[in-house]
């Protein structure tokens, strides 16, 4: 059976005056899968998740989600993507509860729908106890699972998750893990970024590995090691990114 | 795409007035300072108060719709929050036409209080559909400068220090206290450049007996004081996200 193509991208670049952040890219994304784009930081990544969600303008390429161009259609791509930025940027001085409804209503939840939808979010993401709490009050993890809520509040079909795990702790970062598990088998698509290749390689079903805005390979962790004789995703991408001589050559120092 | 549009326009007007707006600082800016400003004046300058009602209405209009307008848009962007509006299916003019609306709504409240005090308490017989015309697009016009005034610059410092300039210049050139028609020349000329101008003379011929057309003119001037600040306003904030 052909698998569903739900991110399609073709020569996506962006240039930020003589500086090629992404160098025409190309890479699919089937439904329902964990894509993971890894990379140094530096690589390309955040501007790549900016030009796919909208926040920012390719220079040249397009990319198709759902089928709409990037480049036209918009708006109406973001009505079907929920999208957790690297940092936590929901409203200080409102409510968890507050905060999911009002996200919810801009994407035109009705008021009465909005506050279900986040008040099941907020007991599945176990923070119902802190509900009527303000955001500011919360701990970086808790944070962290708020914003994934509210990209969540609006039943996205694919969402894009930047660095989701930085700047945690171990418990917290593992119970996201899980929750980004669970997604998943709920039959969301994610597309993540990470420079934390262990985490990648628990969690995603492919990768895109992206150095100085070019992609040099994409495929499951397996194959990616299989390929490069590597026993870890991390052992794989040193290889692949030439890294590896730079590593040794530090250790050796030693 | 324009009913979402307009949805989002709603949604974060009433989100700023519940987040920035209906808290101590706003409201004692909004409120306090114009009729402190007015009652200093009027204890040097004792007279009719009636003739200093439209000044106090005008001020309020000013820093109420002001107070917080000129620092939100630099404040989210700083905190991320304003791309996280952006992520929603909304495009940037109804994202800044959403923070305009927020702080017209609070302006209204703080107006509203004032004007409904003073034609109470000093038995003034306004002309109801003229007072609302002018306050209305005064509130739009202060709201968007102070939005227009806080994308041209990087920090939130640098939008409070930057609106105090044109907030100081009408205090004195638009009549508030001394009229425009008693200032020297080039003064006169300069003061037909602030839109606080328009809402003052606005304002004092709505609470007029021989009220005259030239509302409508005052008016008029403030739409256009209004595009004249939420285009390019616009055009600046889509730039940051290009």
Redesign the interface.
Same mark, same amino acid.
Do not use: C, H, R, W
């Given at each position: 059976m052909d698998k569903e193509v739900v991110i399609q991208v073709s020569g996506l670049t962006k240039c930020y005056g003589e500086i090629v952040a992404v160098d025409h890219i190309n890479f699919e994304v089937n439904k329902g899968e964990v894509f993971g784009f890894l990379g140094p930081n530096g690589a390309g990544k955040t501007t790549t998740i900016r030009m796919l969600? /909208? @926040?920012? #303008?390719p220079t040249e390429g397009d990319a198709l989600i759902l089928g709409l161009s990037i480049k036209t259609k918009i708006?109406?791509i #973001? #009505?079907h993507i929920g999208?957790v930025?690297e940092?936590s940027?929901? $409203?200080?001085?409102?409510s968890a509860l507050?905060n999911l409804i009002?996200?919810a209503? @801009? $994407? /035109?939840v009705p008021k009465g729908l909005a506050r279900k939808r986040a008040q099941e979010l907020l007991k599945a993401f176990r923070l119902f106890e802190r509900k009527d709490s303000l955001f500011r009050t919360f701990s970086r993890g808790m944070k962290r699972a708020l914003t994934i809520a509210?990209a969540l509040v609006h039943d996205p079909e694919i969402l894009f998750l930047d660095e989701p795990t930085v700047g945690l702790d171990v418990v917290a970062a593992r119970s996201l893990r899980n929750l980004i598990a669970n997604l998943r088998h709920q039959g969301k698509t994610i597309f993540l970024t990470t420079h934390y290749l262990e985490e990648a390689d628990l969690l995603c079903d492919r990768v895109a590995i992206l150095v100085k805005g070019r992609i040099l390979a994409i495929d499951k962790p397996l194959n990616l090691k299989a390929k490069t004789d590597k026993k870890s995703l991390e052992e794989a991408f040193m290889k692949i990114t030439g890294l590896e001589p730079e590593i040794l050559a530090i250790e050796k120092g030693k | 795409m324009w009913r979402d549009n307009l949805r989002g326009i709603f949604n974060i007007a009433l989100k700023d007035i519940k987040t920035y707006y209906l808290k101590p600082p706003a409201v004692s800016w909004g409120i306090v300072f114009p009729i402190t400003w007015i009652l200093a004046f009027y204890l040097r300058h004792p007279g009719d108060f009636k003739e200093l009602v439209p000044g106090m209405i005008g001020l309020t209009i000013l820093f109420s719709t002001t107070a917080a307008e000129a620092v939100v848009l630099n404040f989210e962007l700083r905190l991320g929050t304003l791309e996280r509006l952006l992520l929603a299916p909304i495009g940037v003019a109804a994202v800044l036409l959403g923070k305009v609306l927020g702080g017209v709504i609070f302006g209204l409240l703080m107006t509203t209080i004032i004007t409904t005090l003073s034609v109470i308490v000093l038995g003034l017989h306004p002309n109801i559909f003229y007072l609302i015309l002018i306050i209305l697009s005064s509130l739009f016009v202060f709201s968007s400068l102070g939005a227009f005034l806080c994308v041209i610059v990087k920090e939130v410092f640098e939008a409070q220090t930057l609106l105090n300039l044109p907030r100081f210049l009408m205090i004195f050139l638009s009549g508030v206290v001394y009229p425009v028609s008693k200032m020297p020349l080039v003064l006169r000329y300069f003061s037909y450049l602030l839109p606080l101008t328009y809402t003052i003379d606005g304002l004092r011929r709505s609470f007029s007996t021989d009220l005259n057309k030239m509302v409508l003119l005052d008016f008029i001037i403030l739409i256009i004081f209004f595009i004249l600040s939420v285009l390019p306003a616009i055009k600046l904030l889509s730039r940051k996200f290009e």
């Open positions: 969600t /909208g @926040l920012s #303008k708006t109406e #973001k #009505k999208v930025p940092i940027n929901l $409203y200080d001085e409102l507050d009002f996200m209503q @801009l $994407y /035109g509210a | -």
